[in-house]
């Protein structure tokens, strides 16, 4: 399959939209941005669309998708029931990257769901993302852009390295906002659950429900069986590389590093170290790369998975992670982070 790239940044971008939106239509796989990362996008009510981006991505399929809509009354299509709590949430949240989890209605079907009896679902805040819906006439159900377990595609050149040949149209918009993908959160249960944090951070999530609680499966391996959301149970976002993360305070983390990186130059490999812009000049050797500012969680989020392919294109034999203050979006941060290192994560400085 020839694969094609529009730019949405010209005079042309509405052209450009109106051919994604066609081939959604025709229940084809069209990739396009939001303001989280880069999605996979078919129609959501035809289960063979459905299927197709499965086929493209590779991707289990028991692990559900996420479904876009561009108003909040396409809810009602969706499910069964809109508590209370969904409507503060969307009146606080939507649009923006926060997905919430409903009871499904009988419209939406198991291939999207991964036959559980919910849906999750989220209203993108972007506006090629909210053009694609409106004009393809349904609502996208779409996962990140990227194969099956590599870093999700935050700029249209990641998604051109996963699905080149194997989808018709990346839609391009430049490089994503946040970063990382969204928040999910859990209302079906009493309180309310964190499966996975994102761009609308707890701290925001607690404003208006102080009873909010974080799933176990957000920072560490979640034992079989007890996965509320199936994507806990993959490993993700993972750089071809092994990665280890090192947490703790910086004065403990860095000579740690710098001794494992000094033992993989000794083993004749070529190290990369992740690190920020407070600690990057204190390594000697290897590649080091910074996600960004300590104090600022956001600008590390949005450059996180740039980082974790370019130690792919730099072709580091293993990575070193510092990990981060879990405060606002350090969460989401370290949450991929320690996905990405399939858990490896040694607290420095404790013997
Ligand atoms: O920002 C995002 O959320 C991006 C953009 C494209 O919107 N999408 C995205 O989709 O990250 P994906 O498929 O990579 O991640 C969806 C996550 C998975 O962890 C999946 O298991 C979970 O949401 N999920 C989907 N439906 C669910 C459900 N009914 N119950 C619990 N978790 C669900
Ligand atoms: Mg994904």
Known sequence: MNTRILTLMDAASKDSIALGA????????????????????????????????????????????????DA????????????????????????????????????????????L??????????????ALIRQSGCPIGAPSANRSGRPSPTCADHVWE???????LILDGGGTQVGLESTVLDITSDPPVLLRPGGVTLEMLQTLLPQV????????????????????????????????????????????????AAAACGRGETPGILATEETKDAYGAGIVLSMGARQKPGEMAAALFARLREFDRLGVDIIFAEGVDQAREGLAVMNRLARAAGFRIEEAGVE
């Not at 996963?162 to 018709?168: A, F, N, S, T, V």
């Open 72 to 115: 909040f009354e396409d809810l009602l299509f969706l499910t069964a029931e809109i508590p209370q709590t969904a409507r503060r949430l969307a009146e606080a949240f939507w649009p923006g990257p926060l997905t919430l989890i409903f009871p499904k209605s009988a419209q939406v079907p198991d291939a999207v769901t991964a036959g």
């Open 213 to 260: 609680v974080v799933d176990p499966g957000v920072l560490a391996p979640v034992l079989r069986g007890a996965v509320k959301s199936p994507g806990m149970k993959y490993q993700h976002y993972a750089p071809q590389a092994p990665m280890h993360i090192f947490r703790g305070p910086v004065d403990k983390l860095i000579p740690r590093i710098r001794q494992e």
């Open 162 to 168: 996963d699905m080149q040949g194997r989808i018709p």
């Open 22 to 69: 066609e081939y959604i239509r025709q229940g084809q796989v069209v990739a396009f941005p939001t303001e989280t990362v880069y999605g996979l996008g078919a129609d959501a009510l035809n289960p063979q669309a459905v299927l197709r981006i499965f086929e493209a991505k590779g991707r289990p399929a028991d692990n559900p998708l996420i479904v876009h809509i």
């Open 117 to 130: 009896p919910t849906v999750a679902v989220r209203i993108p805040d972007h506006w090629a993302a909210r």
